[in-house]
């Protein structure tokens, strides 16, 4: 298997993930001022509060990653099309990152 080869990917996928629910999570403690814009997310806050967006998050974490397994798991046997996968996982950081960073954004021109 060729996890060790997108360690560094597994990784910053995960921290991405992780600090856009944390900032999301932030922003949503301001609601007069900040609302989640993703309507199934805002659906579940509103039900759940913050452990119903947690696993908003967690799920469509999930599939990401399950889908770049299952491709990972198609090219096993053809090594020099792994780096698909590897470009896959830095693109899914790369829009994550974007958001957490648009997010921050938001809270810096706005405050609070």
């Given amino acids: 298997?060729?996890?060790?080869?997108?360690?560094?990917?597994?990784?910053?996928?995960?921290?991405?993930s992780i600090s856009d629910l944390l900032i999301t999570m932030f922003l949503m403690c301001y609601p007069d001022t900040y609302y989640e814009a993703n309507p199934?997310?805002?659906?579940?806050?509103?039900?759940?509060?913050f452990c119903g967006l947690a696993i908003h998050k967690?799920?469509?974490?999930?599939?990401?990653?399950?889908?770049?397994?299952?491709?990972?798991?198609?090219?096993?046997?053809?090594p020099e099309e792994f780096q698909f996968v590897k470009r896959s996982m830095r693109a899914a950081c790369a829009l994550m990152m974007l958001t957490v960073i648009y997010s921050v954004g938001i809270f810096a021109v706005y405050g609070t």
Wanted: overall charge neutral; aromatic content about 22%.
């Fill in 1 to 16: 298997m060729h996890w060790k080869l997108i360690r560094l990917e597994i990784c910053l996928f995960v921290f991405a």
């Fill in 40 to 49: 199934l997310a805002n659906w579940m806050l509103q039900q759940w509060g």
């Fill in 58 to 78: 967690f799920i469509w974490f999930s599939i990401a990653y399950m889908v770049l397994w299952a491709i990972m798991l198609q090219l096993e046997k053809e």
